[in-house]
């Protein structure tokens, strides 16, 4: 089998928000609709005060509480475990977005462009069949999906990586196949101490977060 994950290396990642430029350059989202975000988090107390960025979108989970309450079977699951939205039957009743976790879902009722008037990228990449639907970060599917066309491996090959990964100015996103022992991503998650975001749900998000190397 196929487990398609994303690792954060939370040492790493320096906020710089390149990462959700990226995905919003490559999907042409509206304004105000981040696929993939990065929260600023502040802790401690001065004079010792930590931030800590942390990207953020959908997780892809293996049991996604959003397609359980779908209505109309919009949502489903791949094989590859990429939880996917299909726009022509999706109603919009936003079930799915009270539903996640993780506040990974939008819905927009009307076409918006970054500066009023679409942009040559947002012509090029404007879907309207994303209008009146929830939609959300995707694991760029349709680069995982020519990967089977060239025999290239996501996560590996910037061809078919997702576009934030690709964008990462410190090397903090990993993408690849955890049900490989040998894919990057595997590796990774053995020689790392990482957690997973409100594990305790059951949902197997598929968004992991390195925090320390393995003592």
């Known amino acids: 089998m196929t487990r ?23 999907n042409a989202t509206p304004p105000g ?31 996604p509480p959003c397609m359980h309450v779908c209505p109309s079977t919009a949502t489903g699951q791949r094989e590859d475990g990429l939880v996917t939205i299909d726009y022509d039957i999706c109603i919009g009743c936003g079930y799915c977005a009270v539903a996640c976790p993780y506040q990974a879902r939008h819905i927009v009722h009307r076409a918006e462009f970054a500066y009023g008037k679409a942009t040559q990228n947002e012509n090029q990449r404007f879907d309207e069949k994303r209008i009146s639907v ?22 590996v090959d910037p061809e078919v990586t997702p576009a934030c990964v690709n964008s990462c100015i410190a090397s903090a996103l990993h993408f690849g196949d955890r049900d490989d022992p040998d894919s990057n991503v595997s590796v990774m998650l053995r020689e ?24």
């Open 134 to 155: 929830a939609t959300k970060c995707t694991f760029c599917k349709d680069r995982i999906d020519l990967a089977e066309e060239t025999g290239q491996t996501p996560g």
């Open 4 to 26: 398609y994950v994303m690792i954060a290396d939370l040492r790493r990642c320096v906020g710089c928000q390149t990462c959700t430029a990226a995905c919003r350059h490559a």
């Open 192 to 215: 790392t101490e990482h957690f997973r975001m409100h594990e305790e749900l059951g949902t197997d998000p598929g968004f992991y977060y390195v925090v320390d190397d393995k003592k």
């Open 33 to 63: 609709v981040q696929w993939r975000q990065v929260l600023d988090i502040e802790s401690g107390e001065f004079p010792d005060v930590n931030r800590t960025f942390v990207p953020v979108g959908c997780q892809h989970c293996a049991d």
